[in-house]
């Protein structure tokens, strides 16, 4: 398990990062730009092979291992298999024998090594070679603790992914999760967090209270989420470094669904009123509270647009549970979802560009997108039961949990934007109501 780093360690770390010269000078190729990927219209592809050679050094063969896995989950890129290579490359420093990598169709070649330098701490450096021009693309030296090594890996990841796809990583990220275990009538359910490939599992709470929907601040490594003892349920806001909480809240009536403005600086809510619920917002410094929604329906799981400009929630204000948007001051909303069935749990993306959704018809539950006019609508993945869509800060991927009935394990799994491909997403247990994080080098 890797330690959590704490802020004053992950300022460190950057600082570190920041610190240590680029391997070489970046080369930004005519022909390397004009291969990049239509990632955004979900144009026809195939995904750029890789070869990834043996990191040298006591630390390569855990990085290697690391970015292997990474890339094989990542859709646009794929690792080509190590045993097809004739020959693996030699000094990581220099540009290796290209005819190799040719004759495997790898388009790009990354080399590296990863050692424990005379002052303890683990020196990784990488480079990125086209192998069409058998230029270097990119490079970049870590220096670190031995702790972190498996961050030092996601960074190399990242990189890698944004210089031949032109969009932003998303290795280096964290996920909060519910962990449930015990039996049904006895549900023991406890926040966690892992990296994003699962690796690192660690428990925030013990497990006392009933826990439910956490949310990571688009700005910072906090969560809020919700809490059931034995007094009226509460909005908390926690430091994932430091594990402090306080109460955000104790409203009279029941709470749902808070979630962080793009800001980080106010928290917006369904707050029950009666037979009906309101959206709310809250000023996390002040506690004033503002009322955005004033019906008799049920109005719920609200999530902003990027820009702060608009809000799209829940309601069953038509008859049914729906899709609606309006502005971020409240006012009247547009209506958005229109297919057969009922809508829920609308989450923005992070690029602006979808709004992911649940949707429940004939009997089954699936997670897609849609614009945020309404228009594109595409179900990524269906099923006995998946629900809790939540976006990777890139707004390519996206993870959600599937129950598969039957007394089952729910588990999390991985899509991109366009269902091209998904994955399982390992924890301990049972798992619920995944959060990404923001990218932790952002």
Do not use: C
């Not at 275990?181 to 006895?186: C, K, V």
């Not at 029950?272 to 049920?298: C, P, V």
């Not at 992911?356 to 228009?375: H, L, N, R, W, Y």
């Amino acid at each position: 398990m890797t330690p959590s780093l704490s802020r004053r360690q992950l300022a460190g770390l950057l600082a570190s990062l920041g610190s240590v010269p680029i391997i070489g000078t970046p080369l930004f190729s005519a022909f390397a730009q004009e291969r990049s990927l239509d990632v955004r219209t979900g144009g026809s592809f195939k995904p750029i092979p890789i070869a990834v050679t043996q990191f040298a050094g006591d630390g390569g063969a855990q990085v290697t291992s690391i970015i292997t896995n990474n890339f094989k989950r990542s859709v646009f890129i794929t690792p080509v298999d190590r045993a097809s290579f004739s020959q693996e490359a030699g000094n990581p420093d220099q540009a290796p024998m290209m005819d190799a990598f040719r004759a495997v169709n790898a388009q790009y070649v990354v080399t590296g090594r990863s050692s424990r330098g005379g002052d303890g701490r683990v020196q990784t450096a990488f480079r990125l070679w086209d192998v069409s021009t058998g230029a270097q693309v990119t490079g970049q030296q870590y220096a670190t603790d031995a702790n972190n090594l498996r961050r030092v890996a996601h960074l190399v990841s990242d990189a890698v992914f944004s210089k031949v796809t032109g969009e932003k990583g998303f290795f280096d990220t964290r996920v909060v999760f519910i962990d449930e275990s015990g039996p049904a009538e006895h549900r023991r359910k406890r926040l966690a967090i892992m990296d994003q490939d699962g690796a690192g599992v660690r428990y925030l709470t013990r497990g006392d209270d009933l826990v439910v929907t956490p949310r990571f601040s688009p700005t910072s490594q906090d969560i809020t989420y919700m809490a059931f003892g034995n007094a009226n349920p509460k909005v908390l806001f926690m430091n994932i470094e430091t594990g402090q909480k306080e109460a955000v809240g104790n409203f009279p009536g029941m709470t749902f669904a808070p979630r962080f403005a793009p800001e980080g600086e106010k928290i917006i809510m369904s707050l029950s009123e009666g037979s009906s619920s309101n959206l709310y917002t809250m000023d996390l410094q002040s506690k004033a509270t503002t009322r955005l929604t004033d019906t008799q329906a049920i109005d719920t799981s609200p999530s902003y647009a990027p820009d702060g400009s608009r809000i799209a929630f829940e309601s069953d204000r038509g008859g049914t549970q729906q899709i609606y948007v309006m502005g971020a001051g409240g006012g009247s909303a547009q209506r958005i979802s229109f297919g057969d069935g009922r809508y829920s749990t609308p989450v923005w993306s992070p690029k602006g560009d979808y709004i992911a959704f649940t949707k429940q018809s004939k009997g089954g539950f699936g997670i897609g997108v849609m614009k945020p006019d309404g228009s594109g609508e595409r179900l990524l993945t269906e099923g006995f039961h998946n629900e809790g869509p939540t976006w990777a800060p890139n707004g390519l991927f996206l993870m959600f949990f599937r129950d598969p009935g039957g007394g089952g394990a729910s588990r999390i799994f991985m899509t991109d934007v366009f269902g091209r491909a998904e994955f399982a997403v390992p924890t301990p247990t049972s798992a619920s109501d995944p959060a990404w994080s923001p990218l932790l080098s952002a």
